[in-house]
């Protein structure tokens, strides 16, 4: 693991669940070592999250050969060398988001670690919230009928503070703000639940005098399925702590989330129903694929396990030799949304509608 802060906590707390919450494991996770720059802080990392090892060097760990999985929670800009030269060590690979800083060194990442033939995940966890699975197979199902509107928003309000200092707002570190960090989120679960998306205009703007990167980004799309949509995320929507919220809306019913409501779902059926509305669908029946791991229906689970449900799938993946694909995120993704991304911006600068066209 690189990385030991918010998402090494993430990650190495989801390994630690994976080896006896989901019985029987697809692979028993063995936390090996750990990198991070202060010794002391790695030092610490590996006693308290049980590493054999920490280092200062992640190229260590890419040399280990007992490691078989290398997950890198860093900041954006060293999620390229490290995985790189992980998978081409053999490794398989998961990777935070966004996978690149741009579209180009995303697209770069991709093509080398898929060239090695391991697996790889960009680790877009939004996608192992039940509710938003359960989505995807009732879009996939049908039961939406055509969509015609994906509205896509992820709410924070941290940002509006000049005194913060983090890697977060240094364009080298981060590569831009609330689109890598945010946006990129949107961008992969409105490809996730409603396919391609063919153009977009938008903008990024920066609302601190100085901050070198992008504050909030806003943007609408047409989708190759003939649906449009708005595309939005901020660190300056006061109140909204983390408020990935988004909305279809198609010819047979609706479905709403917000991630501030996890185990639920808003469905709306357009079958005439004269007590017309929305339900809130508690998503815990143990018929979902994630529910088998977990607790009675009702008993409800949290922000961190998607964290789980998503290395779960990576290790099923390795074990069973399945594809990461479609319902986990491959390094295209990661790519993908960084195409998109890139074009947002693009927009903003030249005013134009920008076709999106994938590598
Ligand atoms: N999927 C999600 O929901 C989600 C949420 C937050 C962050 N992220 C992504 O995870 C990644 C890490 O973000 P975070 O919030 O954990 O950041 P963080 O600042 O909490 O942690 C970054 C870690 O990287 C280490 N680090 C920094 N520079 C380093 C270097 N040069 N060498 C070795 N280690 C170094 C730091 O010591 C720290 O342990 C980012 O790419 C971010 O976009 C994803």
Same mark, same amino acid.
Not at 3 to 23: C, D, L, R, V
Not at 90 to 117: F, M, N
Not at 170 to 176: I, K, N, Q, R, V
Not at 304 to 330: C, K, S
């Given at each position: 693991?690189?990385?030991? @802060?918010?998402? =090494?906590?993430? *990650?190495?707390? !989801? $390994?630690?669940?994976?080896?006896?919450?989901?019985?029987?494991?697809?692979? /028993?996770?063995?936390?090996?070592?750990?990198?991070?720059?202060?010794?002391?802080?790695?030092?610490?990392?590996?006693?308290?999250?049980?590493?054999?090892?920490?280092?200062?060097?992640?190229?260590?760990?890419?040399?280990?050969?007992?490691?078989?999985?290398?997950?890198?929670?860093?900041?954006?800009?060293?999620?390229?060398?490290?995985?790189?030269?992980?998978?081409?060590?053999?490794?398989?690979?998961?990777?935070?988001?966004?996978?690149?800083?741009?579209?180009?060194?995303?697209?770069?990442?991709?093509?080398?670690? @898929?060239?090695? =033939?391991?697996? *790889?995940?960009? !680790? $877009?966890?939004?996608?192992?919230?039940?509710?938003?699975?359960?989505?995807? /197979?009732?879009?996939?199902?049908?039961?939406?009928?055509?969509?015609?509107?994906?509205?896509?928003?992820?709410?924070?309000?941290?940002?509006?503070?000049?005194?913060?200092?983090?890697?977060?707002?240094?364009?080298?570190?981060?590569?831009?703000?609330?689109?890598?960090?945010?946006?990129?989120?949107?961008?992969?679960?409105?490809?996730?639940?409603?396919?391609?998306?063919?153009?977009?205009?938008?903008?990024?703007?920066?609302?601190?005098?100085?901050?070198?990167?992008?504050?909030?980004?806003?943007?609408?799309?047409?989708?190759?399925? =003939?649906?449009?949509?708005?595309?939005?995320?901020?660190?300056?929507?006061?109140?909204?702590?983390?408020?990935?919220?988004?909305?279809?809306?198609?010819?047979?019913?609706?479905?709403?989330?917000?991630?501030?409501?996890?185990?639920?779902?808003?469905?709306?059926?357009?079958?005439?129903?004269?007590?017309?509305?929305?339900?809130?669908?508690?998503?815990?029946?143990?018929?979902?694929?994630?529910?088998?791991?977990?607790?009675?229906?009702?008993?409800?689970?949290?922000?961190?396990?998607?964290?789980?449900?998503?290395?779960?799938?990576?290790?099923?993946?390795?074990?069973?030799?399945?594809?990461?694909?479609?319902?986990?995120?491959?390094?295209?993704?990661?790519?993908?949304?960084?195409?998109?991304?890139?074009?947002?911006?693009?927009?903003?600068?030249?005013?134009?509608?920008?076709?999106?066209?994938?590598?």
């Amino acid at each position: 693991m690189l990385g030991y @802060a918010f998402m =090494g906590k993430a *990650h190495a707390n !989801a $390994f630690k669940k994976i080896g006896y919450m989901t019985w029987p494991p697809p692979l /028993e996770p063995k936390l090996v070592g750990i990198a991070g720059r202060n010794v002391e802080a790695v030092e610490e990392a590996a006693r308290r999250y049980g590493f054999e090892y920490s280092t200062q060097d992640w190229r260590d760990l890419v040399a280990d050969d007992s490691i078989g999985l290398f997950d890198n929670g860093g900041p954006n800009a060293l999620h390229a060398e490290p995985t790189i030269a992980a998978a081409e060590a053999g490794k398989h690979v998961v990777c935070e988001k966004p996978l690149g800083r741009d579209a180009d060194e995303s697209y770069e990442i991709w093509q080398r670690v @898929a060239a090695t =033939g391991v697996k *790889h995940l960009c !680790a $877009f966890n939004y996608r192992f919230v039940p509710a938003v699975r359960l989505a995807r /197979e009732m879009v996939d199902a049908g039961e939406l009928g055509d969509v015609r509107h994906f509205r896509g928003r992820y709410l924070q309000d941290w940002g509006d503070d000049p005194s913060l200092d983090t890697w977060r707002f240094d364009p080298d570190a981060a590569g831009s703000g609330a689109l890598g960090d945010l946006m990129t989120h949107v961008v992969d679960l409105a490809r996730f639940l409603n396919g391609e998306i063919d153009s977009v205009t938008g903008f990024a703007h920066t609302f601190i005098p100085g901050r070198r990167v992008d504050d909030a980004v806003e943007a609408t799309a047409q989708f190759a399925n =003939g649906s449009v949509g708005t595309l939005e995320a901020t660190r300056f929507a006061h109140g909204r702590r983390n408020a990935f919220q988004w909305e279809i809306n198609g010819t047979k019913g609706s479905l709403a989330f917000d991630m501030e409501r996890l185990n639920e779902l808003q469905v709306f059926r357009a079958d005439g129903d004269r007590a017309r509305g929305f339900k809130t669908v508690l998503v815990s029946e143990t018929s979902h694929p994630f529910w088998e791991h977990w607790w009675p229906p009702g008993h409800i689970i949290g922000w961190g396990d998607t964290f789980m449900h998503e290395l779960h799938h990576v290790l099923r993946a390795i074990a069973e030799d399945r594809e990461i694909a479609p319902y986990g995120a491959t390094f295209e993704d990661g790519y993908r949304a960084s195409e998109v991304c890139d074009a947002i911006v693009r927009s903003g600068e030249n005013g134009a509608r920008e076709p999106i066209t994938y590598r």
